[in-house]
C-alpha cells in the first residue's frame, strides 16, 4: 500500500489556506523561522521495525491489526509513516527478528522508499528458538565462556547483515545484569563485558560507530551492569573512539536529569544517539512527549547548544531513533505522534534566543533565563513543522490524513486482522 | 512424586543435635520462645498457582525444567512444599488458567497434601482466546457494558468455581487503567469500576470475603483504577463489610511506608490480605526479603501489634500469600527462601519487647525505641523457625533436603524438561 | 511604595497592537475565548506572606533585599502584585509569624489594595520563643496531652484572629510525624490527631471550613501522620462537612498521579484547596509550572471537568494559593512567574473540547484523547491572559513592568538592604 | 568530663558473664572469629564535629541539652564517645565553624582523647558574615571569577588548616548547580568547576587525598554540578591522582544501587572515602542501619571484597565517616547507635563465605548466593563487635553506660541547658 500524491494534494490544498494564515502568524514574531524550517527537513528520526506492531507487558498483549508480517512490510510501513511526515526516512532492524536471506532486494525495497537503514540492533536478551546457550543469566558478561562466545558472534553477525544494508552503527542494549544480592561480582561481571565487547568493537567496519546503551532497571531487578551513564561512558572510553553512548529517554532512575547528562556526555565527546519515548514510572515507553513535552524540549535544547557548541551536524551526528511500546494505539498512529512531537521540541529548542540566554547565565539573571526558555517552549510553533513537512512533500496534518483515507483498513485488508509482526 | 517420611527423618536426625544447641541458645536469651514457635506452627502462606513455574519479563522469558503441566500437579509442588517446610499449606487458584472440570477430586487430591484453597483469584488483564469482549481498555471500569458484563461474569464464574473448592475469598487484581493523559475520565471509570464491583459484591456467598487489591502502576502506565490504598479504601467501604483492601509489597511508589499503610488498614478494619515479594524499583516480584528484610519486619511489626490490639488471630484472620515471580530461580527453591523470610521475619514481631516499646513510644524515647526493634531483629530466630517447622513434621532445613535428595531432577523425570506451567 | 496609573497606562500603551495582533490572531482559531477571559479575570491566586522574601533550605539562606519587615509591608507587596497581574487579590496569613495587635487596621490597608484575607495558616512545626511545651515530637499528635492541648489553642487562636481579618478558612499543616521505625505507634498518633483536631473544628464558626494538607515526607523522614489523601480523606470524612483535603503539588511520592488526585477527591466532594509549586524531587517548592508545565495543566483540565461536573463556581469554590520557597529569584518576579504559568494552565484547560474529549474516552480512541489535550496545551494562549490581566486593570507585561520601573530598587530604598522578612 | 576506667570495669564486669556466653556461641558456628574481631578493633569511623549538637531542618530546628560550645567540647564528646565505643578515635573538622587560633593546642587536646584528624570539610554553600562575595549562585562553578577565587582561597586555608592540625585529606562537597532550567549552561559550570579544583588539586600537600563528593539534589532542586557517581569520577580522573570520589549513602536518586556504585569505583582505583547515614526519601541523614540494614550490609561486602582483591588496608584506605543530622535524638547517643550499626555491618559482610560465594557466582546458583549472603547477615554477631570494644578498652554496651552514668546530664551541668553547637 502506497500514499497516492493525488490523496496528498487533496489534504494539502484543503488546509492549506488556515495553514498559511498560522505560518505567516508564526513567521511575524518568531526570528530565522527559515533556518528552522530548513533544519526541520533535513532532520530524519529512525524508526525500530519492532514498533509497527503493538506492544504488550508481561501480563498480556492487545494484538491490532493489519500489522507487518514480515521485513517488507514493516518497511512499507515505515515508508508509508515517511510519506506522510517526511520525517521517518530511516528504519532500525532488529536481528535476528528481522533476518533476511536476500539484503539487496531489501535494500532497494527501502531504497524505493527514500528510506536508509539506522543502527542495527542485536538481541542477547532471549533465548531464540534452537540456539545452543541460554542468556538467562546474561550474554556478555556471562561467566561461561561459551555463552559470551555466542553473544559476540551474534552481534558480529548483526554487524555483518548491516554492512550489507548500508547501515553504519550497532546499538548494543544489554538486559544483563542481576535479580539477586549476590548473584554478580561486579566488578568480574564487568570486566568480562568489556572483553566481550573489546571483540565485538573489533569487527566493527572502519566507518562504523557502536553505541553502549545504559539502563537502570528492568528485566533485571537487582543490577545492570550497563546501569546508567557512568558505566556505559566508562565502557565506550575504554572501548574507543568509535564508541558512544546512547541515552533513552525510559532508561533512568526517578527524576534523573537527563538533560545535563546529555549535556556532560556531548561535552565528553560520547554522546552516539538517542532512543525517544515517554514515561512516567519506568521504562513505560510512552509517546514521546506525551507525558513531560517540558523535559523533551529541555533535552533538545542541550543537544542543539551542545551540537552547536562543537559544530556538529544536527541531522546526521548523532544516531536519533524512536523506541516505543505501542500497547493500546494503532503503532502509524502512535509513531506520527512521536514524530510531531519530536520535531516540535526541535522547533521550540532552535527558535530559543541563545544569546539572550548566554547573557542571563552570565549574570545568574535566573528569572530571565526562564522566561527565555518557556517563551521557546510556550510559542506555538506547530506551524513550522507542518511547513517543513509540507514543503518535503509531505502531509499538513499526517494523523488525519491517514484516518481520513483509512489507511489502516486498507492495511488490514491486504494483511489480515490476526496478524502478529515478528519479535512481538 | 513425594517425600518419604524416612527421607525426612534421615535429613532431621542429621541436623538434630546442632539445631538443638542453637535452639537452647535462643531460649536462654528470647523470652516466650514456647508462644513464637506455637504462633509459627500455626502460621501458613498460601502458594500462588502461577509461581509454580518461572516468569518472565516483557522482554522473554527462560524456562525451568520439570515445571507442572496441570493443576494436579502444582497442588503436586505444593503438596511437596508443604511437607519439606509445614508452612505452606495453601494453594491459590487462578482462573482460567486452573479451572477444573472435576472440583471434587481437585479437593480430595489438596486434602491428600494437607491443603486448603486459599483466595481465588480472577483475570480480566488478558484477553483469552474466543473471549468475546477484549480487556484492551479495561474490564470493570470500561466504558462499553458488554466488557463489563463479560468481566463480572468471570467474577462470578470465579466465585462458584471457588466455592466448589472450599476457597472463601475472591481476590480481584485489576489491571484497569489507562496509559496516556486524557484516555480516562477517573471519576468515571470509578464509578463503573464501583458499579461492576457490585454486581460481584452481591455474588459472593454469606461468609466469603473479597479483597480488593490496588497497584500503583504497570500494565498501565499513566494511571491505575485502584492506584493505591487509599483508592481500594474508598472501594471497600462503598461495597460493604465483606470487601477488604489487599497489600502487595511490591505495588507503591518508590518510598512509600507500607508499614503504616498496614497500621491504619487494621485501625479502619479493612486490612484484608496480603501478598508477599520484594522489590527494588517497581513490582519486581522478587523473593521476600531478598532486598529489604528489615522492611518485611516492620511490616510484620504492625501487624502483630495491630491485630493483637484487635484480638484477631493472626493465623485466619488475614489471607497470606506469596506473589512473586521466579525469573531466574528455581520455583520450588524460591518459595522456600520466600517462606523462611516471611516466617523470621513474622518470629522477630512475635519477640519484640511490646511493653517496652510502648513506654518508651510514650515518652518519646526514639533511641530506645529503635533499640527495641533492632533487638529483635537482630537476634538470630532461625531455630524457632526450624524447630516450629521440626514440631509440626517438616525439614529442619527444606532447601537442603530439597537439594540432596535432588528432588526437581526428579520432577523433570516425571514431567519433561520442556514444560511450561499454565498461565506463563 | 504604589504602581502609579500612569505607569500602567505607559506600559500598556506600549505594548497594545502588538497585543491586539496576537489576540485576534487566538481568537480567530480558539472558540469562547470571551468566556475564557472572563473566568480567568474572576480567577484569584492566594500569595502566603511568607512567600515575599527568599527561603532558604537547612544548608542556608541567601537574603535578598527590600524584603517586607512586617506585615503591613507584606501586603503592599501583595498588593503591588495585584495591582500589576490583577490576578492575586488575596494574602494568606501564618500565625504567630503575622500576628497582628490591631485587626481593623490591617483590614482596612488590605482593603485599600483590593485583597481579601485567604485561609490563616498555623505553626506547630516550630517552637516559638517562651512557648510552654516543644513540639519536636509532634502537636496534634503528641503522647503527651499538654502539648497537644497547646497546640489545640494555638490553632483555635488562629482561627479567631482569621475571624478579625474576614477569613473563612484554616489550613493545618501538621509536620507531625516519626523519624525512624518505633518511634510512633501510627494507629494511636492518628486517633490523637484526630481528637485534637475534633476540638479545633468544633471551634470553626459556621461559615468556615478546615482544610487538611498531607505530605510524604519532610521535616519527618520516616513516617507522617497525615501523610498522603488518603489519610487526609479518613480526617476530612471523621471530621465532619467543614473539612476538606489541601493538595499540595510538592508533598508527594515520586511519580505520583496528581491529577488522578483531584479527581477522585472531587469526586468525594472533599477537594478543599490548592497550593501550587513545582518540583523535580521533593517538596522542591519551586516557580509553578517551570518544571512540569503540562503535570499543571492536566491537574487544571481535571479541576475544570470535576468542578464543571458539580456545578462549582471556579473562582470561590476552592482555595487557590501559590505555596513556593524563593531561594534563589527576587521573591515578587518569582510570584509573576508562578500567577502567569497558573493562568495560562488554566485558560489551557478550559480550552480544552470538551465534548470531543467525553466521546474519544467513550470509544476509547487514545490517539484522538491526546490530541485533544495536547491541541489545548500546545495552543499559545498567552494572549488570553494577558487580556484579562489588562481588562482588569493590570499590566500586559508584568514582569517587564516591574524591571523597567526598578521597583525592586525602589523597596530596597524604602526598607533598607539587610530587611529579612519575618518567618524566614 | 571523662570516662573513669572504674566506670568502664565496674559496667564490663556486670555484663562480662553474659557476653562470654553469647561470644562462645558466636565462635563455635562461625568461622574465624579471631580474625574479624581483629580487624572490628583497628576499623575506625570518623565523627564529623557538626554532629555533635542537634542538627534541624529548614522549617526548624529543636534544640538538645548539653551541646558542645566550641571546638574543645566537640573533642570531648568525640573523646567520650570513642572511649566507650573504641570505634570513634577520628574527628573531621568543619571550616570556618571549627577555625582554631592554635592547632597545637587542639593537636594535643586531640591526642589526649587518643584521636586524630580526619578529612577536613570546607564551606561555601553558606555565606559567612563579612564575607565579601556571595554564594547564592555557587561557588566554584561561578561565572563570576571574583566568586571562584574566594571559594578556591578559602579551600586552600582549609588545607592549610589541616596541615596545621595532622590531617590529610579535604573533603569538597559542593552545592553547586541550579534550581531552573536555563539558569546554568551544564558544560561550561562543570568546566569552570574543574578549573578551581584544579587550582586546589595544586594547592595539595603531597601525601593529601581530595575527595570530591557527589549528591543528587537539595540544596539545588534541578541540577547539582557534581550530581552523581559518574561526575566526580570524571573530575577525579580529570585532576590526577590525587582526587578520589566520595560516596555519601543519602545523596543518589531513589532506587539506586549503591553497592555497584562502590565496587565500580573500587574497580576505577578512584573510592576514596565514605559518608554514613541511612534516609527514606532523600538525604534524610538519619542514624546508619535505621531504614535499610542490609543494603548497609551489601555496601560492606562489596567493600570487603573489592578492597581485599587490591590488597587494601580496610582500616586506613579510605576514609570512613559518619555524616548524619540529629534532629531529634541526643547527638551522642545517635552516633553510638550509628557506629554499633556499622561496625555489625562490618562484621557480617567479614564473616561472608567468599569461596563458596565465588562459586555460587561462577555456577550461577542464584539461589546459593542469596543463602550466602542472608547466612552472614541474619547470623548475631553483636558479640564480636561488643568483644572487639573489650579488648580495646571500650565497654561492652556503651550506650546502657552512657545512659547508666546519665552524661548527658553530666554535659549540660558543665555547659548549660542552652547551648548551641557551633556550625548549627
Same mark, same amino acid.
Given at each position: 500500500?502506497?500514499? *497516492? ?6 489534504? &494539502? ?14 513567521? *511575524? ?18 524508526? $525500530? ?13 492487545? !494484538? ?8 517488507? *512490510? ?46 542495527? &540492533? ?9 540456539? *545452543? ?33 548500508? +547501515? ?14 549476590? =548473584? ?69 532512575? $526517578? ?69 516505543? +511500546?505501542?500497547?493500546?494505539?494503532? $503503532? ?15 522547533? =521550540?529548542?532552535? +527558535? #530559543? ?29 506547530? $506551524?513550522? #513543522? ?34 502478529? !509482526?515478528?519479535?512481538?
Amino acid at each position: 500500500m502506497q500514499l *497516492e500524491k493525488h490523496q496528498l494534494d487533496r489534504h &494539502n490544498d484543503k488546509l492549506f489556506n488556515g495553514h498559511q494564515r498560522k505560518l505567516s502568524f508564526v513567521q *511575524e514574531f518568531t526570528p530565522e523561522c527559515e533556518a528552522i524550517i530548513k533544519k526541520l527537513m533535513a532532520f530524519q528520526i529512525g524508526i $525500530p521495525s519492532w514498533a509497527l506492531g503493538n506492544g504488550g507487558t508481561r501480563f498480556g498483549r492487545f !494484538s491490532g491489526a493489519g500489522e507487518p508480517r514480515n521485513l517488507e *512490510e514493516k518497511i512499507e510501513d515505515v515508508g508509508l509513516l515517511h510519506a506522510l511526515n517526511r520525517s521517518s526516512g530511516a528504519i532500525s532492524l532488529h536481528i535476528p527478528w528481522d533476518s533476511v536471506a536476500d539484503p539487496s532486494n531489501i535494500r532497494n525495497l527501502a531504497t524505493q522508499y527514500g528510506l536508509r537503514f539506522d543502527a542495527m &540492533n542485536s538481541n542477547t536478551f532471549q533465548d531464540q528458538k534452537g540456539q *545452543e546457550q541460554s542468556y538467562k543469566f546474561g550474554s556478555l558478561q556471562h561467566t561461561d565462556k561459551a555463552v559470551r562466545k555466542q553473544a559476540i558472534e551474534h552481534n558480529i553477525e548483526v554487524i555483518r547483515q548491516g554492512v550489507a544494508l548500508g +547501515s553504519e552503527a550497532l546499538t548494543i542494549w544489554l538486559a544483563d545484569g542481576s535479580c539477586f544480592p549476590g =548473584q554478580l561480582n561486579f566488578r568480574n561481571a564487568f570486566q568480562r563485558t568489556l572483553e566481550s565487547l573489546k571483540e565485538i568493537y573489533a569487527a566493527l567496519p572502519a566507518h562504523w560507530k557502536v553505541f553502549i546503551e545504559y539502563k537502570a532497571f528492568e528485566p533485571n531487578f537487582y543490577s545492570t551492569t550497563v546501569g546508567d551513564w557512568g558505566q556505559s561512558l566508562l565502557f565506550a572510553n575504554k572501548l574507543g573512539p568509535k564508541a558512544f553512548t546512547l541515552v533513552d529517554l525510559g532508561h533512568h532512575l $526517578p527524576n534523573a536529569n537527563i538533560e545535563q547528562i546529555v549535556s556532560l556526555l556531548l561535552m565528553e565527546e560520547k554522546l552516539g544517539g538517542f532512543h525517544f519515548n515517554d514515561s512516567k514510572y519506568g521504562d513505560d515507553d510512552l509517546t514521546a512527549g506525551s507525558i513531560k513535552p517540558y523535559q523533551l524540549f529541555l533535552i533538545f535544547n542541550e543537544l542543539v547548544e551542545g551540537m552547536d557548541a562543537r559544530g556538529m551536524d544536527h541531522a546526521s551526528d548523532l544516531g536519533w531513533m524512536i523506541d516505543a +511500546s505501542h500497547n493500546i494505539k494503532d $503503532p502509524l498512529e502512535d509513531l506520527m505522534q512521536s514524530v510531531e512531537a519530536i520535531m516540535i521540541a526541535y522547533a =521550540q529548542a532552535l +527558535s #530559543v534566543d541563545r544569546k539572550a540566554l548566554q547573557l542571563a547565565q552570565q549574570e545568574n539573571d535566573v528569572v530571565r533565563a526562564q522566561e527565555i526558555l518557556q517563551q521557546a517552549f510556550r510559542t506555538d510553533l506547530r $506551524p513550522l #513543522v507542518a511547513e517543513a513537512r509540507f514543503r518535503a512533500g509531505g502531509a499538513l496534518e499526517p494523523l488525519s490524513l491517514f484516518r481520513d483515507l483509512e489507511l489502516r483498513k486498507e492495511l488490514i485488508k491486504e494483511r489480515g486482522r490476526e496478524t502478529v !509482526s515478528t519479535g512481538l
